[in-house]
């Protein structure tokens, strides 16, 4: 029997503010009670996803606010993005100390005040600050989430819990423009921001009624004997390798740096992805694992995902610039541009019911990368206007549908068991980046060239991106490589 020094003082991870709490008895022992842990990581799913797609319809009103030019106002989106790809893996590792419900619920305590204080920025320095710490609770959220829903529900229902929390992103997601619009148009920005906060204490309260403990007894387990230290080296390389490149195409899209800073940021993008490269050759415990890059496979899966992501926000960030460029009130723009996480929405939840049963997840990528070109080459084509732009945006967003969650199943089978929480890492790193680079390239079109112009521009090239990802879609090996 283990004894306690009455004179040893108690650590953090001691303390009862870290301290998971368990359930009511009245919740613990419904035997549906499993579905209503699953409720509550919606919540979380749903308020992430919403905030991805919200934010695009704000960057023109913003524009006037604070009389900043777009490769400015874009660091409001930027910003989360940078600090999300930074914290996912390293909060994961502490939520395996600390204890996953606790980290969960803080997330949304952080998210909530950061959403609070971003709705009352003064200037766009202290809004861009706001949201990098809004991403620190999204972090929280996001590193935990899936981690959860395998804690909190039996293994014979874990598929159709984690489809729940699928449609629950694809909700937000969907929604996002819609509401942002709405919200711009008939009250302010600043409710952009501050539809988060009530989301974030009805998760809070949720979350500590209805989550399980993640440990059976309330107090984390102490880790060790895991295989090496954090690659805390390549966290930071990482961290400034993208931060660089973005800063470079800011820089480019009328950023107010000098002209030779462009220069000087690919330049040091490019000296840390090789600092990055071998340390990661060198780490106990690398941040991208090499054996998984490596493999031919995995590394053109990834790539796909990242060209997906790229895809799909593109036209999130581009459509309301080009339709408020042409008149269309920012209300309209909004349900406009929902025509996109919509049809994706539909397509990633339900769509493959539609293609012969016989396709392999490989077949579904190229079908999925196909259509979205062809929704992308048509709003090349076609007049700006509202009524014009929705079914393209459908084709596009339905093809995106089909592709990613195929490719990222792919992706996920090749990789071997033992590294399935790396791989599911990998995957939201890349579509972090993804989405950061699909902020930052219609900025750059729009400055080079103007909205019209510019925008269709963009649209050309990411229709020339689809079609390379067709080619490139499929070809992740289906058997997982010898660790």
């Known amino acids: 029997m283990s004894t306690v020094d009455p004179t040893r003082r108690p650590s953090l991870l001691d303390s009862r503010l870290l301290a998971e709490h368990p359930r009511p008895r009245s919740v613990a022992g419904w035997r549906h009670a499993h579905w209503l842990a699953v409720g509550t990581v919606c919540l979380g799913a749903f308020l992430g996803q919403l905030t991805a797609s919200i934010t695009a319809l704000v960057f023109p009103e913003l524009e006037r606010a604070f009389d900043a030019n777009f490769a400015a106002v874009e660091w409001v989106a930027l ?49 861009v600050a706001c949201r990098a710490v809004q991403a620190v609770g999204g972090a929280m959220m996001q590193a935990n989430s899936v981690a959860l829903v395998a804690r909190g529900v039996p293994e014979h229902a874990m598929r159709t819990a984690l489809g729940i929390q699928a449609a629950a992103q694809a909700l937000g997601l969907a929604l996002g423009p819609t509401l942002g619009g709405l919200l711009v148009q008939h009250l302010s ?6 539809i988060n906060v009530p989301i974030g204490l009805l998760g809070i309260v949720a979350g500590w009624f209805l989550l399980p403990r993640t440990y059976p007894q309330g107090r984390p387990r102490r880790v060790g004997g895991d295989g090496g230290r954090f690659d805390l080296a390549g966290l930071l390389l990482l961290a400034g390798c993208s931060t660089a490149l973005l800063l470079a195409l800011s820089t480019a899209s009328g950023l107010p740096l000098p002209a030779w800073a462009v ?10 992805a090789l600092a990055l490269a071998r340390q990661e050759q060198r780490a106990d415990r690398p941040l991208i694992p090499p054996g998984l890059i490596n493999t031919p496979g995995i590394r053109t899966g990834l790539l796909v995902a990242l060209v997906g992501y790229l895809l799909l926000f593109c036209p999130l960030v581009l459509g309301p610039v080009v339709l408020a460029g042409a008149g269309v009130p920012v209300a309209t723009a909004g349900l406009v541009i929902t025509a996109l996480p919509a049809a994706f929405a539909v397509a990633a939840t339900a769509g493959t019911g539609m293609l012969p049963d016989s396709w392999t997840d490989a077949a579904r990528c190229r079908c999925g990368a196909l259509v979205a070109a062809l929704g992308l080459g048509l709003l090349t084509v076609l007049p700006t206007a509202p009524g014009v732009s929705v079914l393209p945006l459908v084709v596009a967003g339905y093809g995106l549908g089909l592709l990613l969650p195929a490719n990222n199943a792919l992706v996920m089978r090749a990789i071997p068991p033992a590294s399935s929480a790396v791989g599911g890492g990998l995957v939201n790193m890349v579509r972090s980046l993804g989405t950061a680079l699909g902020t930052a ?9 103007g909205p019209g112009a510019g925008g269709r ?24 490589p010898r660790p």
């Open 79 to 127: 910003a989360y993005l940078l600090v999300l790809v930074a914290l996912l893996a390293p909060i994961g590792r502490l939520s395996d100390l600390v204890g996953r419900k606790t980290v969960y619920l803080g997330g949304f305590a952080v998210f909530a005040l950061a959403s609070l204080g971003a709705g009352l920025a003064g200037g766009l320095g202290t809004l």
């Open 189 to 194: 920005w600043h409710w952009v921001f501050w």
């Open 263 to 272: 220069a000087v940021l690919l330049l040091a993008a490019v000296l840390l």
């Open 441 to 449: 390239l219609p900025v750059l079109g729009v400055h080079l060239a």
């Open 457 to 480: 521009s963009v649209l050309a090239l990411l229709t020339l991106v689809a079609l390379a990802a067709a080619a490139l879609a499929g070809r992740v090996r289906t058997t997982a």
